[in-house]
Structures are given as structure tokens and as C-alpha cells.
Nanobody, 123 residues
Framework: QVQLVESGGGLVQAGGSLRLSCVVSGRTFGSYAMGWFRQAPGKGREFVAAISRSGGITYYADSVKGRFTISRDNAKNTVYLQMNSLKPEDTAVYYC????????????????WGQGTQVTVSS
């Protein structure tokens, strides 16, 4: 059974920073690419960032490029999302997810999901 547990969300003022973590259990973490997605109230789930198995390849949504950084520590079975210069429009529930051997941007390409962590950015 694959389990993903996110943490690190919270309330922050605009311009602030947060670091999200996602610990994965139940499969060989280093064999799979990972992604972060978010869902704001009344909207669909959208791609934020993805990272390859080794961490050498990363993809970002245009809306977060230059502000967010995805990384992973395969020894700790953990993927991170460092979020800087946060904006009110970044407010959403953030989810991490497991995909196949290469990073992808489509929600439907991901097999397993965490329960999400709330990020709220006040203006």
C-alpha cells in the first residue's frame, strides 16, 4: 500500500515562504518521479511542479517559476516544495503525487496522491 503524507502548510503573509514536505512509503521511492499539484476552492486541480527520479530534471508551472523549487531526498523518501514570494493567489490545498519513471504535468498521469496540506496566503 502506497502512502503519501504531506506537511508544512499553514497561514503566511504575502511575500513570505513555506516549505512543504511529502514522505512516501510503500514503494521504492527513488524509482519514481514525483509531482506537486494544488487545488483552490471552486477550481480544478492544477500542476505546480514535477521532479525526475534522480532530481536532475524539474518542471514548473509558469505561475510559480522562479518562486517555487521542487527537490527530493531519496534517502529520506521525501519530496519538498520550497515556496518563496508567496502571493494570495497561491492559496490552495497542495498535494504530492507519484507517477511513473519520468516527470509529467498531467493530473491523470499520477497514480497515488496524498491527503493534501492547506496553504493560505493573506494579503
Amino acid at each position: 500500500q502506497v502512502q503519501l503524507v504531506e506537511s508544512g502548510g499553514g497561514l503566511v503573509q504575502a511575500g513570505g515562504s513555506l516549505r512543504l514536505s511529502c514522505v512516501v512509503s510503500g514503494r521504492t521511492f527513488g524509482s519514481y518521479a514525483m509531482g506537486w499539484f494544488r487545488q483552490a476552492p471552486g477550481k480544478g486541480r492544477e500542476f505546480v511542479a514535477a521532479i525526475s527520479r534522480s532530481g536532475g530534471i524539474t518542471y514548473y508551472a509558469d505561475s510559480v517559476k522562479g518562486r517555487f523549487t521542487i527537490s527530493r531526498d531519496n534517502a529520506k523518501n521525501t519530496v519538498y516544495l520550497q515556496m518563496n514570494s508567496l502571493k494570495p493567489e497561491d492559496t490552495a490545498v497542495y498535494y504530492c503525487a507519484v507517477t511513473g519513471s519520468s516527470p509529467k504535468v498531467s493530473v491523470t498521469s499520477y497514480d497515488y496522491w496524498g491527503q493534501g496540506t492547506q496553504v493560505t496566503v493573506s494579503s
